[in-house]
């Protein structure tokens, strides 16, 4: 952070741990530096272990897990001549630079500046940071659009309220991120995922164990209140307290302010919400109006009882980015024209601009990360440390309780390592989900586990696709802001989810309350 933070002004023993993790992890490399490091380190290591025999079976094969070496001659020109497609197909890097591009006009318009003032006025300040929470969960629907959508607005809406941009990144980003497995009543589309995948690996001891897409509804949604009450004590309590003795020292000029609307900008702000609900409305109408809409799934890509709409597969899901970027560049244009701050067609365009000239840092960030993570995909050293954590739980012969606990921290310690949701359950939920089956654990109970850990880690984990980015969203107001500030910040978010909600769900199998739609917590041959 800023040279304003002393750790002397700190006082308590979490603030000086926090502030040490954050000054050992500012003192890393640049981000972009530290992948760079990651991705020659993973090398190394690749070349030293390629001639090791393990035991483990690599559940993709069904062969003995081997160490791919990277430093081989045919490995190093493969990554030589897939770099540039590495770069362009990394997910995140088109899922930003597409919305930034919406939300730049309707930023440099100042249509979002309005918006927000409108609503700060009507909205009690005590429940920010409950209501960014709230919204942060909810933005699951729309698969990774809370990263690029709600987290920077979750630091406008701080600042304009008089609180620390910092604080309201913390929040957003434990919504969004922290309780990525939490769903606010709607399903996401990872839940067909996830269980299709815990299927399969069910499949591989019982061909004939069907898993529900919902199995795991209620307890997730029941989650969204255990995250969103974390989150608000924690961001008021405990981050936002710690954060003020950090000087905001980025540019304010075009951060939001709360004085009174103006006449025009009332015109523009009224335009503009009829055009957001104008697109809405069109887009509802394309979804409800067609007796076979283009926007869902064809029925060969829907798992059984899956709504074709919400599945991952489903042209609305797959959307979501290219509705964002309309969603807030039509009323943005709307609102530049009624209100003036816009004149012509070059005006837009130089929004575009302007919001592309702040993304240069992501950019370079982006490429490295994007060669480290393809780099520690092919050496299979993240499948490697998944299957030995697997199969070090199961040697151990705990009791289901313990198990289950057991299940949660290796999969928020294989978090750390392997950043996909869904490739990290590929790998782990085949050995997992059978194992327990075996003791009697239901598939259900052994998903639920997983989400747990799984979500809890994801705040604290440089490998998370996104982190690059919140890390910029933080230089934005803190200058000197790096990865030790991100994790200290976040930290006490993954701790406190990772033990609360831990015992949330021990709860719920000790109550047998249900987990979800057709889902038990045991498993026998004759279910």
Known sequence: MSEQTAPAVKSGWLNRALNAIEVVGNKLPDPAVLFALLMVIVWVISWLLSGVTFTELDPRSGQQIQIVNLLSGEALTNFTSSIVNTFVTFPPLGVVLVAMLGLGVAEYTGFINAGLRSILTVTPKMLLTPVLVAVGVLSHVAVDAGYVLVVPLGAVIFYAAGRHPLAGIAAAFAGVSGGFSATFFLPSSLDPLLAGLTQTSAQILDPTVTVNPLNNYFFTTASTFLIVIIGWVLTDKVIEPRLKGTKVDGDTSQMVTMDALKPHELRGLKAAGLSMLAVVALLVLTIALPETTPWAAKPEQVLPGVNPLLTAAAPLMKSIVSIIFIFFLVPGIVYGYVSGSVKNHRDVVAGMSHAMSGMGYYIVMAFFCALFLYAFSQSN????????????????????????????????????????????????????????????????????????????????????????????FCQKYVKNSGIGTLVALMLPYSVVMLVLWTAFLLGFWALDIPLGLGSSYSYSATN
Do not use: C, H
């Not at 070090?392 to 999969?411: D, N, R």
């Not at 294989?414 to 997992?432: D, F, P, R, T, Y």
């Open 381 to 472: 050293l993240g499948v490697l440390l998944a299957l030995k954590g697997a199969n070090a739980l199961k040697a151990m012969g705990l009791p289901l309780g313990m198990t289950l606990v057991g299940i949660v921290f290796l999969s928020g310690f294989v978090n750390l390592v392997v950043g996909s949701a869904s490739a990290k359950w590929a790998l782990i939920g085949a050995i997992m989900v059978p194992m327990l089956m075996e003791l009697g654990v239901s598939p259900d109970l052994t998903q639920a586990a997983y989400r747990v850990g799984d979500s809890s880690t994801n705040i604290i984990t440089p490998l998370l696709p996104y982190f690059p980015l919140i890390v910029v």
